[in-house]
C-alpha cells in the first residue's frame, strides 16, 4: 500500500523509540512511502526548530527520507476541503501519489476521515489496523 505520513509522525519517529518510530519501520518494510518537497520541507524545520538538531544531521535525516520515499508533486485540491491550509498540501501528496492512507496526529485532518479514496489515521489506528489484518 501507498502511504502518506504527515510531518508529525515523522517527527515523532525521529524524536524518540515509540509508536510512530514502529510505524515507520512497518511502512518502510511493507509499504511505500509517499512525500513531497512540503513535507520534506516541514520536517526540516521542525527537525531543526523543535528538535535542535545539527544542520549536518539534518541534512542526512531529510537525505535518508528522499531516498525510501517516492517524492511527488502534490494534487491540486481546493481550500474548502480542510480547516487548516497547510493541510491541503498532505491531502495533496497523498492523491498526487495515489497513496490510500495517511498517517497523522493532525486533529484538524483526522476529523475529515478520509478524502475521497484516501483514508485518514492515527498511527494507532493503522497499527491496530495492521494488527487486524
Known amino acids: 500500500m501507498r502511504v502518506v505520513l504527515d510531518t ?11 509508536l510512530c518510530a514502529d510505524v515507520l519501520e512497518v511502512c518502510l518494510a511493507r509499504h511505500t512511502i509517499v512525500m513531497s518537497g ?13 528538535l535542535r538538531l ?14 525510501i520515499s517516492e517524492v511527488v508533486e502534490p494534487a491540486k485540491i481546493e481550500h474548502s476541503q480542510c480547516r487548516d491550509k497547510d493541510d491541503i498540501k498532505i491531502i495533496g501528496t ?12 493532525d486533529g484538524d485532518l ?10 485518514i489515521l ?8 495492521l494488527k487486524d489484518g
Open 54 to 67: 545539527p544542520k549536518d544531521t539534518v541534512e542526512s535525516a531529510i537525505s535518508y527520507l528522499k531516498e
Open 94 to 105: 497523498a492523491m498526487g501519489g495515489g497513496a490510500g492512507i495517511i498517517i497523522t496526529g
Open 122 to 129: 492515527t498511527p494507532r489506528a493503522f497499527w491496530e489496523r
Open 8 to 18: 508529525n509522525v515523522i517527527i515523532a519517529a525521529f524524536a524518540a523509540r515509540g
Open 110 to 119: 483526522l476529523t475529515l476521515k478520509h478524502h475521497r479514496t484516501v483514508r
Open 38 to 50: 512540503h513535507i520534506l520541507s516541514e520536517v526540516e524545520r521542525n527537525l531543526i526548530r523543535k
